[in-house]
Protein backbone atom coordinates (compact mmCIF):
# COMPACT_ATOMS: atom_id res chain seq x y z
CA UNK A 1 0.00 0.00 0.00
CA UNK A 2 1.13 3.69 -0.41
CA UNK A 3 0.68 4.60 3.25
CA UNK A 4 3.51 6.48 5.38
CA UNK A 5 4.29 4.77 7.88
CA UNK A 6 5.30 6.76 11.54
CA UNK A 7 8.05 5.96 13.97
CA UNK A 8 7.54 5.66 16.94
CA UNK A 9 3.93 4.51 17.28
CA UNK A 10 4.02 5.92 20.96
CA UNK A 11 6.48 8.69 22.90
CA UNK A 12 6.31 10.03 26.14
CA UNK A 13 8.48 13.02 27.01
CA UNK A 14 8.99 15.00 29.72
CA UNK A 15 7.67 18.84 29.46
CA UNK A 16 10.58 20.87 28.00
CA UNK A 17 12.04 17.91 25.72
CA UNK A 18 12.17 17.69 22.48
CA UNK A 19 10.10 14.99 20.37
CA UNK A 20 10.86 13.50 17.70
CA UNK A 21 8.89 11.26 15.21
CA UNK A 22 9.99 9.53 11.70
CA UNK A 23 7.68 8.50 8.66
CA UNK A 24 8.85 6.39 5.62
CA UNK A 25 7.33 6.28 2.53
CA UNK A 26 7.31 4.02 -0.21
CA UNK A 27 6.87 6.04 -4.03
CA UNK A 28 7.60 9.30 -5.16
CA UNK A 29 5.26 11.90 -3.24
CA UNK A 30 4.34 15.41 -4.44
CA UNK A 31 4.19 16.46 -0.85
CA UNK A 32 4.44 15.19 2.75
CA UNK A 33 1.90 17.03 5.28
CA UNK A 34 1.74 16.31 8.92
CA UNK A 35 -1.42 16.38 11.14
CA UNK A 36 -2.01 16.94 14.72
CA UNK A 37 -5.04 15.36 16.32
CA UNK A 38 -6.03 15.65 19.84
CA UNK A 39 -8.12 12.99 21.40
CA UNK A 40 -11.57 13.16 19.90
CA UNK A 41 -10.93 16.23 17.49
CA UNK A 42 -10.53 17.06 14.13
CA UNK A 43 -6.89 16.95 12.15
CA UNK A 44 -5.17 20.09 12.59
CA UNK A 45 -2.50 20.74 9.38
CA UNK A 46 0.82 21.64 10.89
CA UNK A 47 3.09 21.49 7.85
CA UNK A 48 3.50 20.60 3.86
CA UNK A 49 6.79 19.94 2.42
CA UNK A 50 7.26 19.73 -1.39
CA UNK A 51 8.85 16.89 -2.66
CA UNK A 52 11.68 19.46 -3.98
CA UNK A 53 12.29 20.96 -0.07
CA UNK A 54 14.15 19.49 2.24
CA UNK A 55 13.66 21.54 5.89
CA UNK A 56 10.39 23.57 7.12
CA UNK A 57 9.90 25.18 10.27
CA UNK A 58 7.30 26.93 12.03
CA UNK A 59 6.95 27.95 15.65
CA UNK A 60 8.50 24.95 17.35
CA UNK A 61 8.11 22.61 14.30
CA UNK A 62 10.84 21.44 12.11
CA UNK A 63 10.21 19.00 9.37
CA UNK A 64 12.60 17.64 7.13
CA UNK A 65 12.33 15.43 4.17
CA UNK A 66 14.79 13.05 2.57
CA UNK A 67 13.47 11.70 -0.94
CA UNK A 68 16.39 9.73 -1.44
CA UNK A 69 15.58 7.57 1.92
CA UNK A 70 11.69 8.47 1.41
CA UNK A 71 11.56 9.80 4.81
CA UNK A 72 10.31 12.92 6.80
CA UNK A 73 11.00 13.59 10.20
CA UNK A 74 8.74 15.89 12.63
CA UNK A 75 10.89 17.68 15.91
CA UNK A 76 8.47 19.39 17.88
CA UNK A 77 10.83 21.60 20.70
CA UNK A 78 10.56 22.29 23.89
CA UNK A 79 7.78 20.54 24.45
CA UNK A 80 4.42 21.34 26.22
CA UNK A 81 1.87 19.65 27.73
CA UNK A 82 -0.68 20.89 25.46
CA UNK A 83 0.84 18.82 22.82
CA UNK A 84 -0.05 15.53 23.82
CA UNK A 85 -1.94 14.66 20.55
CA UNK A 86 -1.60 12.08 17.77
CA UNK A 87 0.83 12.97 14.60
CA UNK A 88 0.17 11.74 11.22
CA UNK A 89 2.07 12.05 8.44
CA UNK A 90 0.32 12.22 4.86
CA UNK A 91 1.81 11.44 1.80
CA UNK A 92 0.21 12.97 -1.61
CA UNK A 93 1.02 10.91 -4.45
CA UNK A 94 -0.89 13.86 -6.86
CA UNK A 95 -3.82 11.47 -7.26
CA UNK A 96 -6.28 13.11 -5.19
CA UNK A 97 -6.08 12.18 -2.49
CA UNK A 98 -3.98 11.57 1.38
CA UNK A 99 -2.36 8.14 2.19
CA UNK A 100 -2.07 8.60 6.24
CA UNK A 101 0.31 6.08 8.32
CA UNK A 102 -1.12 4.92 11.52
CA UNK A 103 0.00 7.60 13.44
CA UNK A 104 2.33 8.27 16.70
CA UNK A 105 0.78 9.51 20.03
CA UNK A 106 2.88 11.83 21.58
CA UNK A 107 2.23 12.34 25.50
CA UNK A 108 3.89 15.47 27.06
CA UNK A 109 4.29 14.85 31.31
CA UNK A 110 4.08 17.80 32.93
CA UNK B 1 -16.03 31.62 10.32
CA UNK B 2 -15.62 28.12 10.08
CA UNK B 3 -13.64 26.47 7.48
CA UNK B 4 -14.78 23.08 7.19
CA UNK B 5 -18.29 21.79 8.90
CA UNK B 6 -19.93 18.89 9.08
CA UNK B 7 -23.41 17.90 10.58
CA UNK B 8 -24.29 16.14 12.88
CA UNK B 9 -21.06 15.94 14.86
CA UNK B 10 -22.91 12.73 16.33
CA UNK B 11 -24.88 10.15 14.93
CA UNK B 12 -26.23 7.01 16.49
CA UNK B 13 -28.92 4.69 14.37
CA UNK B 14 -29.79 1.26 14.24
CA UNK B 15 -28.32 -1.13 11.87
CA UNK B 16 -30.06 -1.19 8.68
CA UNK B 17 -31.37 2.34 8.55
CA UNK B 18 -30.42 5.46 6.20
CA UNK B 19 -28.35 7.84 7.28
CA UNK B 20 -26.73 11.39 5.95
CA UNK B 21 -23.95 13.92 6.47
CA UNK B 22 -23.57 17.15 5.76
CA UNK B 23 -20.10 19.21 4.61
CA UNK B 24 -19.67 22.55 3.49
CA UNK B 25 -16.00 24.41 2.75
CA UNK B 26 -16.38 28.31 3.16
CA UNK B 27 -12.68 28.39 1.86
CA UNK B 28 -13.61 28.55 -2.08
CA UNK B 29 -11.46 25.45 -2.74
CA UNK B 30 -12.58 23.15 -5.73
CA UNK B 31 -11.50 19.58 -4.36
CA UNK B 32 -12.93 18.18 -1.59
CA UNK B 33 -12.78 14.72 0.13
CA UNK B 34 -14.51 12.46 3.11
CA UNK B 35 -12.17 10.44 4.45
CA UNK B 36 -13.51 7.44 7.21
CA UNK B 37 -10.74 6.63 10.61
CA UNK B 38 -11.57 3.43 12.31
CA UNK B 39 -11.16 2.58 16.22
CA UNK B 40 -7.73 2.17 15.66
CA UNK B 41 -7.00 5.53 14.21
CA UNK B 42 -6.12 4.90 10.53
CA UNK B 43 -7.52 7.62 8.05
CA UNK B 44 -8.48 5.88 5.07
CA UNK B 45 -9.84 7.81 1.78
CA UNK B 46 -13.60 7.22 0.79
CA UNK B 47 -14.00 9.79 -2.18
CA UNK B 48 -11.94 13.02 -3.51
CA UNK B 49 -14.40 15.24 -5.48
CA UNK B 50 -12.88 18.57 -7.89
CA UNK B 51 -15.43 20.93 -8.94
CA UNK B 52 -18.51 18.53 -7.94
CA UNK B 53 -16.66 15.75 -10.63
CA UNK B 54 -16.15 12.20 -8.54
CA UNK B 55 -12.45 11.58 -9.25
CA UNK B 56 -12.10 8.87 -6.72
CA UNK B 57 -13.93 6.04 -5.09
CA UNK B 58 -11.62 3.96 -2.88
CA UNK B 59 -13.68 0.95 -3.00
CA UNK B 60 -16.16 1.72 -0.90
CA UNK B 61 -19.34 0.07 -0.62
CA UNK B 62 -22.25 1.12 -2.83
CA UNK B 63 -23.77 1.96 0.31
CA UNK B 64 -21.88 5.17 0.39
CA UNK B 65 -22.84 8.05 -1.98
CA UNK B 66 -21.57 11.11 -1.97
CA UNK B 67 -23.52 14.13 -3.52
CA UNK B 68 -21.92 17.56 -4.64
CA UNK B 69 -24.58 20.23 -5.41
CA UNK B 70 -22.19 22.87 -5.90
CA UNK B 71 -18.26 23.41 -5.21
CA UNK B 72 -18.76 24.32 -1.59
CA UNK B 73 -20.40 20.98 -0.21
CA UNK B 74 -20.21 17.39 -0.68
CA UNK B 75 -22.76 15.22 1.43
CA UNK B 76 -22.51 11.55 1.99
CA UNK B 77 -25.57 9.57 1.99
CA UNK B 78 -25.10 5.94 3.70
CA UNK B 79 -27.79 3.67 3.00
CA UNK B 80 -28.43 -0.05 4.75
CA UNK B 81 -26.28 0.89 7.81
CA UNK B 82 -23.87 -2.15 8.78
CA UNK B 83 -22.29 -2.20 12.40
CA UNK B 84 -18.41 -1.80 10.58
CA UNK B 85 -19.84 1.45 9.12
CA UNK B 86 -19.36 2.70 13.15
CA UNK B 87 -15.98 5.25 12.48
CA UNK B 88 -15.48 8.59 12.59
CA UNK B 89 -15.69 10.16 9.01
CA UNK B 90 -13.71 13.87 8.25
CA UNK B 91 -14.43 16.06 5.27
CA UNK B 92 -11.50 17.76 3.98
CA UNK B 93 -10.89 20.28 1.04
CA UNK B 94 -8.13 21.77 -0.45
CA UNK B 95 -7.35 24.49 -3.34
CA UNK B 96 -6.06 21.87 -5.75
CA UNK B 97 -5.46 18.31 -5.13
CA UNK B 98 -1.69 19.13 -4.72
CA UNK B 99 -2.30 21.19 -1.68
CA UNK B 100 -2.87 21.51 1.83
CA UNK B 101 -6.04 19.92 2.90
CA UNK B 102 -8.44 21.05 5.62
CA UNK B 103 -10.44 18.84 7.91
CA UNK B 104 -13.73 19.09 9.64
CA UNK B 105 -14.50 18.62 12.78
CA UNK B 106 -15.40 14.92 12.29
CA UNK B 107 -18.99 13.28 12.28
CA UNK B 108 -18.54 10.00 15.13
CA UNK B 109 -21.18 7.46 13.62
CA UNK B 110 -22.39 4.47 16.54
CA UNK B 111 -24.44 1.96 14.19
CA UNK B 112 -26.03 -0.63 17.00
Known amino acids: SQQGEEDPQALSIQEGENATMNCSYK?????LQWYRQNSGRGLVHLIL?????REKHSGRLRVTLDTSKKSSSLLITASRAADTASYFC??????????FGAGTTVTVRA | DTAVSQTPKYLVTQMGNDKSIKCEQN?????MYWYKQDSKKFLKIMFS???????INETVPNRFSPKSPDKAHLNLHINSLELGDSAVYFCASSRTNTDTQYFGPGTRLTVL
Open chain 2, 27 to 31: LGHDT
Open chain 2, 49 to 55: YNNKELI
Open chain 1, 90 to 99: ATDYNDYKLS
Open chain 1, 49 to 53: IRSNE
Open chain 1, 27 to 31: TSINN
